[in-house]
């Protein structure tokens, strides 16, 4: 056993038995980690932090070789970010991006770039008058650093370069050119400028990626790619993506 410090996020929780939190994190130094918060829910008091999903805290806690789920016994709150918190579109964006980061990360599968991809974009959230562009760069640089994007820098089946008419199939998870499309009846066309941007963005860092302009065809046809990817490679639609296309709706 060793007593191992973190800076985390918050990325879910949920009650354990009566008095406990099972809450997961994702940490600069470990990755996504799993802990038990003893007796918390019976006595707020005992962590300085109340463990809000996408705040960020310090973390004390017992790592063990025998099991995934480690005991927390210090949580306290380094940053909130309430200036996300006061409104509600962006509340659930951040909250999408933690789901997401939990959903895509194995447990203590480290990657720094992801940590700071989460912080910059909830940073960003706070003061930038566009919320929904800071959440599809983080769906690509989220995607592409995990390894879990789709291909798009050619034809995914002969490996060819991309001319024109490709489609883009969700099955294969990339593009297939004119000669391979019959491979995948159900792939959709695709515009070569949406192509354009999700390469730009993956090879951009944040800031130059936030400076790109996106007209709205491209931006909307960047959500249902982006979104049908992710319900069909990860068999299912994320609770935050569903609360964000009823925000759709309703305005």
């Known amino acids: 056993m060793s007593i191992e410090k973190a800076q985390a996020l918050v990325l879910r929780k949920r009650d354990f038995r009566e008095t406990s939190l099972i809450v ?20 707020p008091g005992k962590f300085a932090s109340n463990l809000e999903v996408f705040s ?38 951040a909250s999408f991006m ?68 490709s489609k883009f199939s969700m099955a294969h998870g990339g593009l297939l050119c004119s000669s391979c499309c019959h491979r995948d009846t159900s792939s959709r066309s695709i515009f070569r400028g949406t192509i354009a941007t999700i390469l730009h963005i993956e090879k951009s860092d944040f800031r130059s990626s936030l400076n790109l302009g996106m007209n709205p065809e491209i931006k909307k046809e960047l959500d249902v ?21 009823k925000l759709a709706v309703a305005v």
């Open 98 to 165: 933690m789901e997401l980061v939990g959903s895509v990360m194995q447990l203590e599968d480290q990657n720094e770039d992801i940590y700071s991809l989460a912080i910059n974009c909830l940073k960003e959230l706070e003061t930038n008058y566009n919320p929904v562009k800071i959440a599809t760069i983080f769906k690509i640089k989220m995607l592409a650093l995990s390894g879990f994007k789709p291909h798009f820098d050619s034809c995914i089946a002969c490996g060819s370069k991309i001319m024109a008419q």
């Open 56 to 93: 960020l805290n310090e973390i004390v806690f017992y790592r063990k070789s025998s099991t995934s789920l480690y005991l927390v016994s210090q949580a306290d709150k380094t940053q909130n970010f309430t200036g996300i918190r006061q409104n509600i579109e962006k509340t659930v964006l």
């Open 24 to 43: 997961d994190f994702y940490s600069r130094e470990f990755g996504k980690i799993s802990g038990l918060l003893k007796g918390v829910r019976s006595d």
């Open 225 to 245: 790619i982006l979104n049908s990817f992710l319900n069909f490679h990860l068999g299912k639609e994320l609770r935050s993506q569903k609360v964000i296309n």
